[in-house]
Protein backbone atom coordinates (compact mmCIF):
# COMPACT_ATOMS: atom_id res chain seq x y z
CA UNK A 1 0.00 0.00 0.00
CA UNK A 2 1.55 3.72 -0.46
CA UNK A 3 2.05 5.60 2.00
CA UNK A 4 -0.24 8.72 2.48
CA UNK A 5 0.95 12.43 3.43
CA UNK A 6 -1.98 14.58 4.70
CA UNK A 7 -1.47 18.35 3.40
CA UNK A 8 -3.36 20.80 5.89
CA UNK A 9 -4.46 24.30 5.44
CA UNK A 10 -4.68 26.57 8.61
CA UNK A 11 -7.25 29.55 8.63
CA UNK A 12 -7.42 31.73 6.09
CA UNK A 13 -5.19 29.96 3.41
CA UNK A 14 -8.69 29.11 1.22
CA UNK A 15 -8.30 32.50 0.58
CA UNK A 16 -4.47 31.91 -1.20
CA UNK A 17 -4.67 33.90 -4.54
CA UNK A 18 -7.55 36.33 -2.62
CA UNK A 19 -5.71 38.11 -0.20
CA UNK A 20 -2.08 39.90 0.29
CA UNK A 21 -0.76 38.35 -3.18
CA UNK A 22 2.56 40.32 -2.44
CA UNK A 23 3.27 38.05 0.49
CA UNK A 24 1.38 34.95 -0.27
CA UNK A 25 1.53 34.47 -4.23
CA UNK A 26 -1.11 34.44 -7.01
CA UNK A 27 -2.01 31.09 -6.38
CA UNK A 28 -5.26 29.83 -5.34
CA UNK A 29 -4.95 26.66 -2.88
CA UNK A 30 -6.77 24.90 -5.66
CA UNK A 31 -3.35 25.39 -7.48
CA UNK A 32 -0.95 24.56 -4.54
CA UNK A 33 -2.90 21.24 -3.92
CA UNK A 34 -3.11 20.09 -7.83
CA UNK A 35 0.84 21.02 -7.62
CA UNK A 36 1.36 18.97 -4.51
CA UNK A 37 -0.55 16.00 -6.03
CA UNK A 38 1.61 16.35 -9.63
CA UNK A 39 4.79 15.89 -6.99
CA UNK A 40 2.98 13.13 -5.20
CA UNK A 41 2.29 11.32 -8.38
CA UNK A 42 6.18 11.20 -9.09
CA UNK A 43 6.66 10.15 -6.29
CA UNK A 44 4.45 7.51 -5.67
CA UNK A 45 2.78 8.23 -2.64
CA UNK A 46 -0.74 9.39 -1.85
CA UNK A 47 -1.69 12.59 -0.90
CA UNK A 48 -5.01 14.05 1.28
CA UNK A 49 -6.22 17.64 1.95
CA UNK A 50 -7.43 19.55 4.13
CA UNK A 51 -8.55 23.00 5.45
CA UNK A 52 -10.10 24.44 8.03
CA UNK A 53 -10.89 27.87 9.31
CA UNK A 54 -11.70 26.36 12.77
CA UNK A 55 -9.04 25.23 14.96
CA UNK A 56 -11.17 22.67 16.84
CA UNK A 57 -11.68 21.13 13.09
CA UNK A 58 -7.73 21.13 12.74
CA UNK A 59 -7.35 19.24 16.35
CA UNK A 60 -9.60 16.82 15.25
CA UNK A 61 -7.80 15.87 12.01
CA UNK A 62 -4.78 15.71 13.12
CA UNK A 63 -5.46 13.48 15.64
CA UNK A 64 -7.11 11.29 13.42
CA UNK A 65 -3.85 11.13 11.52
CA UNK A 66 -2.42 8.94 14.59
CA UNK A 67 -1.75 5.72 12.88
CA UNK A 68 -3.43 6.49 9.96
CA UNK A 69 -0.76 8.34 7.77
CA UNK A 70 2.86 8.40 7.40
CA UNK A 71 3.35 12.46 8.13
CA UNK A 72 1.71 15.42 7.97
CA UNK A 73 2.35 19.02 6.24
CA UNK A 74 1.29 21.53 8.05
CA UNK A 75 0.67 25.31 7.32
CA UNK A 76 -1.16 26.10 10.45
CA UNK A 77 -1.28 29.52 9.48
CA UNK A 78 -1.89 32.09 12.24
CA UNK A 79 -2.62 29.46 14.66
CA UNK A 80 1.19 28.50 14.33
CA UNK A 81 1.98 31.36 16.47
CA UNK A 82 -0.59 30.96 19.35
CA UNK A 83 -2.65 27.21 19.12
CA UNK A 84 -1.54 25.17 22.09
CA UNK A 85 -4.33 22.76 21.40
CA UNK A 86 -2.25 22.32 17.85
CA UNK A 87 0.54 21.63 19.44
CA UNK A 88 -1.25 18.96 21.91
CA UNK A 89 -2.88 17.45 18.70
CA UNK A 90 0.51 17.14 17.09
CA UNK A 91 2.27 15.47 20.08
CA UNK A 92 -0.70 13.03 20.84
CA UNK A 93 -0.64 11.81 16.89
CA UNK A 94 2.46 10.73 17.26
CA UNK A 95 3.22 11.17 13.72
CA UNK A 96 6.16 13.37 12.00
CA UNK A 97 4.27 16.82 11.30
CA UNK A 98 6.22 19.20 9.21
CA UNK A 99 5.82 23.02 9.70
CA UNK A 100 5.67 24.96 6.51
CA UNK A 101 4.81 28.76 6.07
CA UNK A 102 4.68 30.68 2.35
CA UNK A 103 5.96 33.60 3.57
CA UNK A 104 9.35 33.75 5.53
CA UNK A 105 7.79 34.63 8.99
CA UNK A 106 11.09 36.12 10.14
CA UNK A 107 10.63 39.51 7.47
CA UNK A 108 7.37 40.12 9.33
CA UNK A 109 6.06 41.47 12.21
CA UNK A 110 7.52 39.99 15.29
CA UNK A 111 4.75 37.82 16.70
CA UNK A 112 5.13 35.93 13.57
CA UNK A 113 8.63 34.99 14.45
CA UNK A 114 7.65 32.28 17.58
CA UNK A 115 5.84 28.97 16.59
CA UNK A 116 4.14 27.69 19.79
CA UNK A 117 3.94 24.22 17.64
CA UNK A 118 7.47 24.12 16.27
CA UNK A 119 9.02 22.19 18.79
CA UNK A 120 6.72 19.35 18.44
CA UNK A 121 7.36 19.02 14.71
CA UNK A 122 10.01 17.15 13.31
CA UNK A 123 10.95 20.69 10.99
CA UNK A 124 10.39 23.83 9.88
CA UNK A 125 10.44 25.49 6.66
CA UNK A 126 9.38 29.09 5.60
CA UNK A 127 10.00 31.70 2.97
CA UNK A 128 10.01 29.67 -0.55
CA UNK A 129 6.48 30.71 -1.64
CA UNK A 130 4.23 27.27 -2.41
CA UNK A 131 6.95 25.40 -3.25
CA UNK A 132 7.70 24.88 0.54
CA UNK A 133 4.82 22.14 0.57
CA UNK A 134 6.78 20.60 -2.21
CA UNK A 135 10.19 20.61 0.49
CA UNK A 136 7.79 19.75 3.25
CA UNK A 137 6.55 16.83 1.32
CA UNK A 138 10.16 15.64 0.45
CA UNK A 139 11.32 16.41 3.93
CA UNK A 140 9.10 13.81 5.34
CA UNK A 141 10.19 11.15 2.71
CA UNK A 142 13.37 12.15 2.34
CA UNK A 143 15.04 8.53 3.75
CA UNK A 144 13.02 6.47 1.27
CA UNK A 145 14.05 9.00 -1.80
CA UNK A 146 17.32 8.56 -2.51
CA UNK A 147 17.13 9.73 -5.73
CA UNK A 148 15.83 12.77 -4.09
CA UNK A 149 13.64 13.13 -7.79
CA UNK B 1 26.14 29.34 -20.32
CA UNK B 2 28.57 28.45 -17.30
CA UNK B 3 27.53 25.60 -14.87
CA UNK B 4 25.24 27.10 -12.23
CA UNK B 5 27.45 26.71 -8.83
CA UNK B 6 26.07 27.34 -5.59
CA UNK B 7 27.62 27.95 -2.36
CA UNK B 8 27.62 26.07 0.64
CA UNK B 9 28.86 27.73 4.15
CA UNK B 10 28.99 26.37 7.62
CA UNK B 11 30.04 28.33 10.57
CA UNK B 12 32.30 27.99 14.13
CA UNK B 13 32.01 24.49 15.29
CA UNK B 14 30.23 22.49 12.72
CA UNK B 15 33.85 20.57 12.03
CA UNK B 16 33.14 19.29 15.13
CA UNK B 17 29.71 17.69 13.24
CA UNK B 18 29.93 13.83 14.24
CA UNK B 19 32.00 14.59 17.26
CA UNK B 20 29.70 16.56 19.23
CA UNK B 21 26.53 16.15 21.13
CA UNK B 22 24.96 12.79 18.68
CA UNK B 23 21.60 12.79 20.06
CA UNK B 24 21.47 16.63 18.73
CA UNK B 25 23.38 16.58 15.68
CA UNK B 26 22.57 12.96 14.88
CA UNK B 27 25.52 10.90 13.25
CA UNK B 28 27.68 11.63 10.28
CA UNK B 29 30.41 14.52 9.66
CA UNK B 30 30.03 17.49 7.96
CA UNK B 31 32.34 15.75 4.98
CA UNK B 32 29.26 13.69 4.99
CA UNK B 33 27.19 16.37 4.02
CA UNK B 34 29.51 18.08 2.07
CA UNK B 35 29.53 14.75 -0.18
CA UNK B 36 26.06 14.68 -0.55
CA UNK B 37 25.27 17.56 -1.48
CA UNK B 38 27.93 17.63 -4.48
CA UNK B 39 26.49 14.03 -5.56
CA UNK B 40 22.97 15.96 -5.71
CA UNK B 41 24.16 18.86 -7.24
CA UNK B 42 26.13 16.60 -9.86
CA UNK B 43 22.63 14.20 -10.65
CA UNK B 44 21.15 18.10 -11.13
CA UNK B 45 24.04 19.01 -13.73
CA UNK B 46 25.11 21.87 -11.07
CA UNK B 47 27.80 22.04 -8.83
CA UNK B 48 28.11 23.49 -5.09
CA UNK B 49 31.39 24.66 -3.04
CA UNK B 50 31.31 23.48 0.71
CA UNK B 51 33.52 25.72 3.17
CA UNK B 52 33.42 25.59 6.77
CA UNK B 53 35.01 28.22 8.72
CA UNK B 54 34.87 28.90 12.78
CA UNK B 55 36.01 32.89 12.14
CA UNK B 56 32.80 34.99 11.12
CA UNK B 57 35.64 37.46 9.16
CA UNK B 58 36.09 34.72 6.62
CA UNK B 59 32.17 33.44 6.06
CA UNK B 60 31.69 37.73 5.62
CA UNK B 61 34.49 37.54 3.22
CA UNK B 62 33.11 34.42 1.26
CA UNK B 63 29.70 35.80 1.36
CA UNK B 64 31.09 39.27 -0.24
CA UNK B 65 32.94 37.45 -3.10
CA UNK B 66 30.18 35.23 -3.88
CA UNK B 67 28.50 37.20 -6.00
CA UNK B 68 30.99 36.78 -8.64
CA UNK B 69 30.96 33.09 -8.85
CA UNK B 70 27.46 31.53 -7.20
CA UNK B 71 23.77 31.53 -7.97
CA UNK B 72 22.80 31.40 -4.46
CA UNK B 73 24.27 30.44 -0.84
CA UNK B 74 23.30 27.87 1.58
CA UNK B 75 24.06 28.98 5.20
CA UNK B 76 24.28 27.13 8.89
CA UNK B 77 25.90 29.76 10.68
CA UNK B 78 26.13 27.86 13.73
CA UNK B 79 25.35 29.51 17.09
CA UNK B 80 27.05 33.07 14.76
CA UNK B 81 22.73 32.87 13.75
CA UNK B 82 21.54 34.15 17.05
CA UNK B 83 23.93 37.16 17.30
CA UNK B 84 25.96 37.85 14.31
CA UNK B 85 24.99 41.49 12.77
CA UNK B 86 27.84 41.73 10.58
CA UNK B 87 26.94 38.32 9.21
CA UNK B 88 23.24 39.23 8.35
CA UNK B 89 24.93 42.56 6.49
CA UNK B 90 26.76 40.71 4.47
CA UNK B 91 24.00 38.38 3.69
CA UNK B 92 21.68 41.01 3.33
CA UNK B 93 24.24 42.86 0.70
CA UNK B 94 25.25 40.58 -1.17
CA UNK B 95 21.69 39.91 -3.56
CA UNK B 96 22.08 35.94 -3.84
CA UNK B 97 19.06 33.81 -2.71
CA UNK B 98 19.91 32.85 0.88
CA UNK B 99 19.06 29.81 2.75
CA UNK B 100 19.45 29.32 6.21
CA UNK B 101 19.69 25.79 7.41
CA UNK B 102 19.57 24.16 10.68
CA UNK B 103 20.53 20.61 11.73
CA UNK B 104 19.11 20.45 14.73
CA UNK B 105 14.88 21.78 15.23
CA UNK B 106 16.13 24.92 16.91
CA UNK B 107 12.71 25.77 18.59
CA UNK B 108 12.76 22.27 20.97
CA UNK B 109 16.11 23.65 22.33
CA UNK B 110 17.11 26.74 24.20
CA UNK B 111 15.26 29.91 23.92
CA UNK B 112 18.15 31.64 22.80
CA UNK B 113 18.57 29.29 19.89
CA UNK B 114 14.93 30.16 19.09
CA UNK B 115 16.08 33.66 17.36
CA UNK B 116 17.69 34.03 13.92
CA UNK B 117 19.27 37.36 13.37
CA UNK B 118 20.26 36.17 9.34
CA UNK B 119 16.28 34.83 8.75
CA UNK B 120 14.76 38.22 7.88
CA UNK B 121 17.73 38.90 5.20
CA UNK B 122 17.43 35.30 3.89
CA UNK B 123 14.91 34.17 1.59
CA UNK B 124 13.91 31.23 3.63
CA UNK B 125 14.48 28.71 6.49
CA UNK B 126 14.71 25.25 6.83
CA UNK B 127 15.43 23.31 10.12
CA UNK B 128 15.24 20.17 12.04
CA UNK B 129 15.97 17.98 9.14
CA UNK B 130 19.97 17.18 10.51
CA UNK B 131 21.44 16.66 6.89
CA UNK B 132 18.48 16.72 4.65
CA UNK B 133 18.10 20.27 5.64
CA UNK B 134 21.21 20.97 3.26
CA UNK B 135 19.50 18.65 0.61
CA UNK B 136 16.45 20.68 0.82
CA UNK B 137 17.81 23.64 0.61
CA UNK B 138 19.85 22.65 -2.36
CA UNK B 139 16.48 21.38 -3.62
CA UNK B 140 14.90 25.05 -3.26
CA UNK B 141 17.86 26.67 -4.33
CA UNK B 142 17.86 24.58 -8.02
CA UNK B 143 13.64 25.42 -7.99
CA UNK B 144 14.46 29.42 -7.87
CA UNK B 145 17.56 29.26 -10.31
CA UNK B 146 15.08 27.11 -12.91
CA UNK B 147 12.28 28.87 -12.99
CA UNK B 148 13.79 32.35 -13.78
Not at chain 2, 2 to 24: E, F, V
Not at chain 2, 36 to 49: K, M, N, P, S
Not at chain 2, 107 to 133: D, P, T
Request: aromatic residues 8%; negative net charge; charged residues 15%.
Amino acid sequence: MKDTIAIVHGPNLNMLGLREISIYGGESMQDVNDMIAATAAKLDIKVEFFQSNFEGELVTFIQQCRGRVKGVVLNAGAHTHYSIALRDAITAAQVDVMEVHISNIFKRESFRHVSVIGPVCVGQICGFGSYGYILGLKGLLAERLPAWQ
Amino acid sequence: MNQTRYLCLSGPNLNLLGDRDISIYQHGSLDNIHTHLQQRAADLGEAIDCLQFNHEGDLIDAIQEATKTYAGIIINAGALAHYSYSLRSAIGSCMLPCVEVFISNVHGREEFRHESVLASVCWGVIGGLGKNSYLLALDALHHHTNMR
